[in-house]
């Protein structure tokens, strides 16, 4: 199968000298859904920056669908989408103009790009606003209309960075049905967050990137085989005082005064009910707690700053 | 990209670039025709008058090709400035960075629409002109030459000052004081032969001199300078400066980190 995004030995050094990328080999097969994770700085933006020629390499080889971005840039950016962080659009110019005008830069002709902006702004329920200048949009508003100037030359590769960031919990559920089905439909799509539980929902394949160096690069599924235990929530028929003493397994209470055990792996649940049975505690629902990610996510980003400390790199 | 590809970039960016100057017309289209209004009746009406024959031709006559010329040139830089500066200030240059237009369609969408600007402006203040002096046109081709290489050029100008700029106060520098005070002693108001001889010298290396005169050999037939000249220099500017400006964009001067 063809690679969407083959990216090896990528360096970045900045004027300052600042070495933002040391040197990452990153590959995206084609229809994945693919998370670049990382903290503030570790490179997540200018890899993507790089690929969506943003921000000029200093040393190493893009290819987008085979097309490399030192020989064919064209048709590497035929082949790409992109949902930048920070709104990056003219505020004054109406929506509609907005993702028009985007694909005429594309030589889409305007009778054409007019009808897959109705099509993306329709799906992505700004249709309403077309004729509003973009900046009496709200915030969720105005990163819908990125996403939809981002597909409106219909890319192969859709590259979001931090699409989510400041939009609340409805709409950022809406924008991970609609991501979902692009993906279902043949669009392979890469991004970058901050919600760990953004990228344990939604990928298949995830890198962990910090001081410009590709920590793992891997499946999520692997990943999360790593957990050395999990952690359920449970619901209790009766409010709980405080977390019960269960020999064997760690208890506490969360904000919302639901019980939360964790579990080593390989341990039976079994002991767990039976000492709940013992103190009376009945227990009416269960569920995994989301953000496993988040907890392997900051023991890597921990080991590797001790790492580096070690090796003397900057921070 | 195809061909057709690139026509439709190109058109694209030209029709924003129309419809944002068309859009603040007050701020774009309406100053210098006020500005140009207050020029030919103060100097050319009022204070004119008591001037006299100026190569021939009376005041009104001999400073409207040069206030038409001042009008295209500052036009055509302010657009081009503006426009590309505010594009990088809002990152919305980003739009068309991501996409695969080639650089020189994107220089040559901006430089068309500034120049979009900048004719619509010498339209409206030859028109506005008429209603001041009779204007015959002596030699056609150069009139057309001049004023479309002209505001080529200071189309070209104000991209490369708006990818060197890094603040507002950039793009207001070069044209308040080298555009204007180079436009003024360019021979708009007044023939160099009223110059002493080492101010003629001094005038002939001020660019604008030789374009305000080729336009108004163009309009009147008279000329300080040789208009052919003239036009070679133009051109040859206008190849240096685009080649500035795609040598600017190759490498990403102030858009691309």
Redesign the interface.
């Known amino acids: 199968m063809t690679n969407a995004l083959e990216i090896e030995g990528l360096v970045k050094t ?1 004027g300052d000298g600042f070495e933002a990328l040391k040197g990452i080999d990153l590959h995206v097969a084609e229809g994945d859904f693919f998370a670049l994770l990382g903290p503030n700085g570790a490179g997540k933006s ?1 890899t993507l ?1 790089i690929v ?5 390499k200093s040393a190493g080889k893009v290819r987008v669908f085979g097309s490399d971005i030192d020989t064919h ?3 590497a ?2 082949n ?1 989408g ?1 949902v ?1 962080q ?7 110019e109406k929506v509609f ?1 907005i993702v028009t ?2 694909a ?6 305007l009778k054409k790009a007019s009808e897959s902006a109705e099509k993306y702004l329709r799906q992505l329920g700004l249709w309403d606003k077309r004729n509003t200048p973009a900046m009496m949009l709200s915030g969720g508003m105005k990163r819908r209309l990125m996403i939809a ?1 981002a597909l409106v030359h219909e890319p192969k590769l859709l590259i979001l960075d931090e699409p989510t960031a400041g939009v609340d919990i409805e709409l950022r559920r809406s924008m991970w049905t609609f991501l979902e089905e692009m993906n279902r439909r043949g669009t392979t799509i890469i991004l970058t967050t901050h919600y760990l539980e953004e990228a344990e929902a939604l990928c298949r394949n995830i890198a962990i990137i910090d001081h410009g160096r590709i920590l793992r690069n891997t499946s999520k599924r692997e990943l999360l085989q790593q957990l050395s235990s999990e952690t359920f929530v449970l619901d209790t028929a009766e409010p709980l005082d405080k977390a019960p003493v269960l020999d064997g397994f760690f208890s506490h209470l969360d904000d919302e005064g639901a019980m939360v055990v964790d579990v080593q792996k390989g341990q039976s649940l079994n002991g767990m009910f039976i000492q709940l049975e013992k103190l009376g505690i009945r227990v009416v629902s269960m569920r995994t707690k989301a953000n496993r990610l988040e907890e392997l996510f900051i023991r890597m980003v921990e080991d590797n700053n001790t790492s580096a400390a070690s090796r003397g790199d900057a921070a | ?2 061909t ?3 026509l ?2 190109y ?3 030209v ?2 670039e129309i ?1 944002r100057f068309t ?1 603040i017309w007050p701020q774009t289209l309406l100053p210098p025709a006020v500005t140009m209004t207050l020029y030919f009746i103060i100097f050319g009406n009022l204070i004119g008058s008591r001037i006299g024959v100026m190569d021939g031709f009376d005041y009104m006559s001999f400073i409207v090709p040069g206030l038409i010329m001042m009008a295209v040139i500052t036009s055509s830089y302010s657009n081009v400035v503006s426009s590309f500066f ?2 990088k200030f ?3 240059i ?9 650089n020189w369609i994107i220089l040559a969408g901006y430089v068309t629409g500034g120049m979009s600007r900048g004719l619509g402006i010498g339209l409206i203040v030859t028109l506005l002109s008429l209603g001041f002096t009779d204007l015959s046109i002596h030699h056609l081709p150069m009139v057309i030459l001049t004023v479309f290489l002209t505001s080529a050029l200071f189309s070209l100008g104000g991209f490369i000052n708006a990818m060197l700029a890094t603040k507002f106060d950039d793009i207001s520098i070069v044209p308040t004081f080298i555009l204007t005070p180079l436009t003024y002693l360019g021979g708009v108001f007044y023939s160099i032969d009223m110059l002493p001889g080492f101010w003629q010298g001094v005038s002939m290396i001020n660019p604008i001199l030789y374009m305000v005169n080729a336009f108004r050999y163009g309009i009147l037939g008279v000329s300080d300078v040789n208009p052919y000249i003239a036009l070679a220099m133009i051109v040859v500017f206008i190849t240096i400066l685009s080649a500035v400006s795609l040598r600017m964009l190759a ?2 001067k102030g858009i ?2």
């Open positions: 900045y200018t920056g969506c020629s943003l921000v000029n840039l064209s048709d950016k035929l790409l992109v930048p920070e709104f990056n659009f003219n505020q004054f103009d005008t985007q005429g830069y594309y030589g889409i002709p100037r | 990209m195809r057709d590809a690139m439709t970039a058109k694209t960016i029709t924003r419809r859009r505010s594009m809002q990152r919305s980003e739009e068309l960075l991501v996409s695969p237009v080639p490498r990403g691309r980190h």
